[in-house]
C-alpha cells in the first residue's frame, strides 16, 4: 500500500543522541525520518546495534564525527553512511543548525537500539 507524508512542524520524539525527529515513513525494509540539531548543539556519541543508516544534509552547517573514519563537514548535498556498530556524533555550526533525512535499514526498532558511548566532542 502507497503512502504520502508531509514533514511535520514540530518534531515527534528526541532520539537517543538528543537531536530532534519528524517521523516519516517506513516499510518492511527500512524507515525514514528528518533529523535536527539546532544551533551550537552537539550530539551524544551513539552506536546502533542491529541498524545501518544512510544520511543526507538537506540544511545548515556542521561536522560528523564516526568511529571509523575522519571528521566530515555537514552541508547540504552531503551524503553519508553509518554502518552497524560505528560510533557517531555530531555537531551544528552556524545560525542555522543542521537538518539530514536519514535512511535506518531495518526500521528504527526503538530507544534500546542506541547505546551511548564516548563522543569525540
Same mark, same amino acid.
Given at each position: 500500500?502507497?503512502?504520502?507524508?508531509?514533514?511535520?512542524?514540530?518534531?515527534?520524539?528526541?532520539?537517543?543522541?538528543? $537531536?530532534?525527529?519528524?517521523? @516519516?515513513?517506513?516499510?518492511? *525494509?527500512? /524507515?525514514?525520518?528528518?533529523?535536527? =540539531?539546532? %544551533?551550537?548543539? #552537539?550530539?551524544?556519541?551513539?552506536?546502533?546495534?542491529?541498524?545501518?543508516?544512510?544520511?543526507?544534509?538537506?540544511?545548515?552547517?556542521?561536522?560528523?564525527?564516526?568511529?571509523?573514519?575522519?571528521?566530515?563537514?555537514? $552541508?547540504?548535498?552531503?551524503? @553519508?553512511?553509518?554502518?552497524? *556498530?560505528? /560510533?557517531?556524533?555530531?555537531?551544528? =555550526?552556524? %545560525?542555522?543548525? #543542521?537538518?539530514?533525512?536519514?535512511?535506518?535499514?531495518?526500521?528504527?526498532?526503538?530507544?534500546?537500539?542506541?547505546?551511548?558511548?564516548?563522543?569525540?566532542?
Amino acid at each position: 500500500m502507497s503512502s504520502t507524508v508531509t514533514l511535520p512542524a514540530d518534531f515527534d520524539v528526541l532520539a537517543p543522541d538528543g $537531536s530532534e525527529v519528524r517521523i @516519516l515513513l517506513a516499510t518492511a *525494509g527500512g /524507515s525514514l525520518a528528518h533529523f535536527r =540539531l539546532p %544551533a551550537g548543539a #552537539v550530539s551524544k556519541a551513539v552506536r546502533h546495534r542491529t541498524v545501518e543508516e544512510i544520511w543526507y544534509i538537506v540544511s545548515g552547517a556542521g561536522e560528523m564525527w564516526r568511529s571509523d573514519s575522519e571528521v566530515v563537514t555537514l $552541508s547540504p548535498g552531503v551524503c @553519508l553512511t553509518i554502518p552497524v *556498530g560505528v /560510533s557517531f556524533q555530531f555537531r551544528a =555550526l552556524g %545560525a542555522d543548525g #543542521v537538518a539530514a533525512v536519514a535512511v535506518t535499514m531495518p526500521p528504527w526498532p526503538g530507544d534500546e537500539e542506541a547505546e551511548h558511548v564516548d563522543g569525540h566532542w
